[in-house]
């Protein structure tokens, strides 16, 4: 089965900081790739997904991640944090044969300090 | 485009009673996805039902159950509670489930407190 881990369950930079959330997977497979995020009290909204076609992705809010094959990762960035993106981020790989499941890293909260 | 949409948002309930939580996917999606968070274990996947048949299971007991209709609805049950499964329980839809890229869209999840 195919793994993420996120490194760093808390992360804190000052707004207008740089944001690098970071993520790692595990795959002897082409992954696909999820970023999530989770606003409190609320569900997961999609921020960015790799599905091959380029290894940097652009997301939403700013946000951007690359996929390096060499470091099995996909981290996620923005270069100017702002208030509004404190939040848990996740980190998803998608696996199944008959159906995609998704695995996800066990959160990164993002605190942005004013 | 309505988003998914997860009823009750909050349920509390007593150890040993069962509990039925319900989705309604995204209009013309046929995958739905379930999953259990929780602080100490995160988000897990439960099981994807399509076309009302179960087609992937997560590594949870017995007691955790669900179905899904032709109207691709789907319902998650849950039978003899412990304190252990008060979570926020997500429902995810994606348009066929089969495609390793799609992306899944997530309800506002229901949080269900045992006591």
């Known amino acids: 089965a195919q793994s993420v881990t996120q490194l760093g369950s808390h992360v804190s930079v000052s707004e207008g900081a740089l944001v690098l959330l970071r993520c790692n997977y595990s795959s002897s497979v082409p992954p696909y790739l999820f970023w999530y995020v989770q606003y409190p009290n609320q569900g997961l909204q999609l921020l960015l997904k790799?599905?091959?076609?380029?290894?940097l992705v652009k997301g939403i809010n700013g946000f951007e991640a690359e996929f390096k094959k060499s470091e099995t990762s996909f981290h996620l960035t923005k270069p100017s944090a702002h208030m509004s993106d404190a939040a848990e981020y996740f980190c998803?790989?998608?696996?199944?044969?008959?159906?995609?499941?998704?695995?996800f890293g066990t959160g990164t909260s993002l605190t942005v300090i004013p | 485009k309505a988003g998914v949409t997860q009823t009750p948002r909050y349920l509390i309930k007593t150890r040993g009673q069962q509990v039925t939580l319900s989705c309604s996917p995204i209009s013309g999606h046929r995958s739905v996805s379930w999953y259990q968070q929780t602080p100490g274990q995160g988000l897990q996947f439960l099981f994807e039902?399509?076309?009302?048949?179960?087609?992937n299971k997560g590594n949870f007991p017995g007691r955790f159950s669900g179905r899904q209709f032709s109207n691709s609805r789907s319902e998650m049950n849950v039978s003899t509670l412990e304190l252990g499964d008060s979570a926020l329980y997500l429902c995810?839809?994606?348009?066929?489930?089969?495609?390793?890229?799609?992306?899944?869209?997530f309800g506002p999840g229901t949080r269900l407190l045992v006591l």
């Open positions: 039902y399509f076309s009302e048949t179960q087609r």
């Open positions: 995810a839809s994606s348009s066929s489930g089969t495609a390793l890229q799609e992306t899944q869209y």
């Open positions: 998803a790989v998608s696996e199944g044969r008959t159906g995609n499941q998704f695995y």
């Open positions: 790799y599905t091959s076609a380029a290894t």
